[in-house]
């Protein structure tokens, strides 16, 4: 039952430096996510995709990128990571017509950057 | 735009108390309406739901009503264990159904529940 993995699970960057946080779910779902968690301010929406080669901006997409070229997969990517990235990511994912809106998600991964 | 407030906390209660913390909504349309809860170290799962208004989603002791006059829909439980401490978030879908459903989420509430 391994749902939806996401990696690394801690990660410590300088300001400048990129890396791709992974995220990959098992369960054939159409729509994946990302968000980030800050506290005080709940989950907030960076980037979804309702399938492969579709991807669109949510609520705070400035600074991230994403790609979704297999359902599998929804990799989110910072190019020069900042500060103000320091958060705990969450990826999630969920069936695509005829969902209620529930979303599985994944551990969680906890970015600093100094 | 949509949006969920919910209770400022932390709450602290001790075992066997009674829970609530409330929730009010804006959106537009017919929302969907959810309970996730996240324990300590872990990712978000959902607790609850209610798809239209008057719907009562219940799940391991919680309860919460959907409420479309007052634009609520507060959780509740009767008797709190120690197991139930975990942060709390309620959530709302604007296009439940599609395949662009997003969810809105509010602020999330902090529970301890002492012994």
């Known amino acids: 039952n391994a749902g939806v993995t996401q990696t690394p699970k801690f990660q410590v960057l300088k300001t400048g430096q990129s890396m791709t946080l992974q995220c990959a779910q098992d369960m054939n779902h159409e729509y994946m996510s990302w968000y980030r968690q800050d506290p005080g301010m709940g989950l907030r929406l960076i980037h979804y995709s309702v399938g492969a080669g579709i991807t669109d901006q949510g609520e705070v997409p400035n600074g991230y990128n994403v790609s979704r070229s297999t359902t599998e997969d929804f990799p989110l990517r910072l190019l020069s990571a900042a500060p103000s990235q320091t958060s705990v990511y969450f990826c999630?994912?969920?069936?695509?017509?005829?969902?209620?809106?529930?979303?599985?998600f994944g551990e969680g991964s906890r970015l600093t950057v100094l | 735009g949509n949006s969920v407030t919910q209770m400022e906390g932390p709450v602290t209660l001790s075992e066997e108390a009674f829970l609530t913390i409330n929730c009010t909504y804006t959106?537009?349309?017919?929302?969907?309406l959810f309970w996730y809860v996240q324990y300590p170290g872990e990712g978000l799962q959902l607790l609850l739901k209610?798809?239209?208004?008057?719907d009562k989603g219940s799940n391991k002791g919680f309860e919460a009503t959907y409420r479309k006059e007052t634009t609520s829909f507060h959780l509740e439980k009767g008797s709190v264990q120690v197991s139930d401490s975990a942060v709390y978030f309620c959530a709302l879908s604007d296009r439940p159904g599609t395949s662009g459903s997003r969810l809105t989420f509010g602020e999330g509430t902090q529970l301890t529940v002492n012994p």
């Open positions: 999630a994912s969920s069936t695509g017509t005829g969902n209620t809106g529930e979303l599985f």
């Open positions: 209610a798809t239209k208004a008057d």
């Open positions: 959106a537009t349309g017919y929302p969907s």
